[in-house]
């Protein structure tokens, strides 16, 4: 059984890890001009990044077969799909989603 102590200083190793890897960048990028066109390109991968996520939430994989699709996080993405195009809000998205989901998981 691990001390408090080892698990308090584990918890203050991660915080430190994961503050810096996010503040490292914006401190290290500040000092330096950033091309137009390379601000352009990068807008684009948070788009990247949540496709991929959500293309990826869409099927279950079972090694040796062809995945499946996950009706319920399907079903949820109606409503998030619909929410994302008609307010452009990312709390408002999210908390669709999650409700979304939530309410599917909870009829079916």
Known sequence: MPSIKFIMLTIIGC???????????????KKFKIPKGLMEFLSFVPIAIMSGLWFQSLFIQHLGHMPE????????????????????????????????????????
């Not at 307010?87 to 939530?102: D, E, M, P």
């Open 69 to 108: 699709i996950n009706y319920q996080n399907l079903l949820a993405s109606l409503p998030t799909i619909a929410a994302a195009i008609i307010s452009k809000n990312l709390l408002f998205v999210v908390v669709t989603g999650v409700i979304s989901l939530g309410l599917i998981n909870l009829l079916f």
């Open 15 to 29: 915080g430190l890890v994961t503050w810096l890897s996010r503040i490292l960048p914006l401190v290290v990028l």
